[in-house]
């Protein structure tokens, strides 16, 4: 009795994942990878225009299934069932309108892919990396190192537009 209650709930699982799933195409030839990382390792390689699922989405990576691989690839590389087709077919056309695609009714679709920034949690597990802070500190130049490089590069100081009308000169100071 407990296998087959762990055999329906096993089976529930596989059919809440599979409908969770949505169908999409890779739009070049791609590598899935075991992380959501560019530099992780490459699990399966997969042709232009194949179908897979998409399981998970993390940021710009989301995981997919091809088959009985499962992998991350960037969001940008996949199109989504259902959000347009590929551009479309060419016409024998001559004129610049043609060549550009611009004919009346010629425009085909286009896709615009948001990935959000960092969230709380993210902020909340962030560490502060000294090695990159250092060198960023490194950067750091003086007033008269960067008035040296200016004078050597004939750059003069000008004025500069504030919002509000007032203006800022080359030491900061508000006019």
Partial sequence: MKRLAVAMCAAWLLAA??????????VRALDL??????DAKTVVSLPVQSAVDVVTRQGAWVQLK?????GWAK???????????????KKNGTGI?????????NRGS?????????????????TPNAT???KLASYARSKEQASAFARAGN???REVSLLGGQTENATGAKK
């Avoid at 309108?97 to 009714?105: E, F, V, Y």
């Avoid at 286009?110 to 962030?126: E, W, Y």
Wanted: charged share 20%.
């Fill in 155 to 157: 750059l003069k100081s």
């Fill in 97 to 105: 309108a043609d060549t550009l695609g611009l004919a009346m009714g």
């Fill in 17 to 26: 994942q599979c409908a969770l799933a949505e169908p999409a195409v890779t």
């Fill in 66 to 70: 091809s088959g009985r691989s499962t």
């Fill in 110 to 126: 286009s896709v615009t892919t948001g990935v959000r920034g960092l969230d709380a949690d993210m902020l909340k597990a962030a």
């Fill in 33 to 38: 990878k075991a992380q959501p990382a560019s």
């Fill in 132 to 134: 990159e802070y250092a």
């Fill in 75 to 89: 969001l940008f590389d996949i199109r989504l069932a259902g959000s347009g087709d590929a551009a479309p077919a």
